[in-house]
């Protein structure tokens, strides 16, 4: 079955800190898809980004940055000078692929709340 | 626009009562999915459907029920049988696929008193 894990419950900081949030995940296949997702305190969940168990590259927009390491099973988040409008609860999603290729589960993480303090 | 909407955004019940959240999508997508979320939790899933006229039962059904009889809509019926059903549910779609992000509408906040 797989599982994600945020360990990180709540995390606070001060504006313009940079800020890691982890993102563990187990899974029997080889064929998987990772997400990212921020949910701010209006509630919609607000894409990220996706990352394919073949692509091990780091991503980096503009302040946000994702670290994948398959050896470590591990897709971690880094928010750069954080800023106020950062503040949100952040999920970790894994999807799965089954032989057909049709995806019909994502699991997520608990989420990490962000507080980005003036 | 494209996207999803949910209405209303928050709702009201009395115990015993069924209640249909409603869920529309002008994406063009084949999949349909409803979480529901609990304070300090993820989100869990209840029912998708990848295709019209068929859904299948995500983690937690019991106490719910959906209809797809049109691409573009995914009702969600909370049943009096759903014991905890205060909480808040989103609606997501996408086209079907693991590789595909879902999108999410901005949800509804139900509270059964």
């Known amino acids: 079955a797989q599982k994600v894990t945020q360990a990180q419950t709540e995390i606070s900081v001060v504006e313009k800190e940079d800020v890691t949030l982890d993102c563990v995940y187990e899974?029997?296949?080889?064929?998987?898809?990772l997400f990212w997702y921020k949910q701010p305190p209006s509630g919609e969940l607000v894409f990220l980004i996706r990352?394919?168990?073949?692509?091990?590259q780091n991503e980096i927009s503009g302040r946000y940055s994702w670290n994948f390491q398959k050896s470590t099973s591990s897709f971690n988040f880094t928010i750069t000078a954080s800023q106020v409008v950062d503040s949100a609860v952040y999920f970790c999603?894994?999807?799965?692929?089954?032989?057909?290729?049709?995806?019909?589960?994502?699991?997520f993480g608990k989420g990490t709340l962000l507080t980005v303090n003036p | 626009d494209g996207g999803i909407t949910q209405s209303p955004k928050y709702l009201f019940r009395k115990e015993g009562q069924n209640v249909t959240l409603s869920c529309e999508q002008n994406?063009?997508?084949?999949?349909m999915y409803w979480y529901r979320q609990d304070p300090g939790q993820g989100l869990r899933l209840i029912y998708y459907?990848?295709?019209?006229?068929?859904?299948q039962k995500g983690d937690i059904a019991e106490g719910y029920s959906v209809s797809r009889e049109k691409k573009e809509s995914f009702p969600l019926t909370v049943t009096s049988a759903q014991k905890n059903p205060t909480a808040f549910y989103l609606c997501?779609?996408?086209?079907?696929?693991?590789?595909?992000?879902?999108?999410f509408g901005p949800g509804t906040r139900l509270t059964v008193t």
């Open positions: 999603a894994l999807s799965e692929s089954n032989s057909g290729g049709s995806n019909y589960k994502l699991t």
């Open positions: 459907s990848q295709i019209v006229n068929d859904f």
């Open positions: 994406l063009n997508h084949d999949a």
């Open positions: 899974t029997r296949d080889t064929t998987y898809y």
């Open positions: 997501a779609s996408n086209l079907g696929q693991a590789a595909h992000e879902q999108y």
């Open positions: 990352r394919n168990s073949f692509d091990e």
